[in-house]
């Protein structure tokens, strides 16, 4: 299991900004399948197909928290007449719903399913 097979998941999900680079998301992948499999159930197969499932939630909710915090993400903006306004925290509330959803449904392979375990 690599944190490509979590980006492949991941694209499922979300499609990265091309500014935000490739490095940056592979290593938001890497940290996710990391945490994943730290929290698995010893007898779960390192090839479970679940663990990138499970790691590409976890992955979408970094990316939606750094997005965050990311000052170079433009929250407004004004063209001529035209102004758009952004609210981040809608996208973290969805990233954090899907998150505990895709972890709940694979539960069963970690070792603690209580709340404190879903804390990344």
Same mark, same amino acid.
């Given at each position: 299991?690599?944190? *490509?097979?979590?980006? /492949?998941? =991941?694209?499922?999900?979300?499609?990265p900004e091309?500014? #935000?680079?490739?490095?940056?998301?592979? *290593?938001?992948?890497? /940290?996710? =399948?990391d945490w994943?499999?730290?929290?698995?159930?010893? #007898?779960i197969s390192d090839d479970d197909s679940r663990i990138p499932y499970a790691a590409a939630a976890?992955?979408?909710?970094?990316?939606?928290?750094?997005?965050l915090t990311d000052s170079n993400d433009p929250r407004n903006f004004k063209a001529g007449d035209v102004s758009v306004k952004k609210d981040i925290r809608e996208d973290l509330l969805v990233a954090e719903k899907l998150k505990a959803s895709r972890l709940a449904e694979v539960s069963d392979i970690f070792t603690d399913t209580q709340f404190g375990a879903w804390n990344v």
């Open positions: 299991m690599t944190s *490509s097979d979590v980006y /492949s998941q =991941l694209l499922l999900i979300v499609t091309e500014s #935000e680079g490739t490095d940056k998301i592979l *290593s938001l992948c890497d /940290s996710a =399948l994943v499999m730290r929290k698995k159930l010893p #007898e976890v992955a979408y909710y970094n990316y939606a928290l750094s997005r």
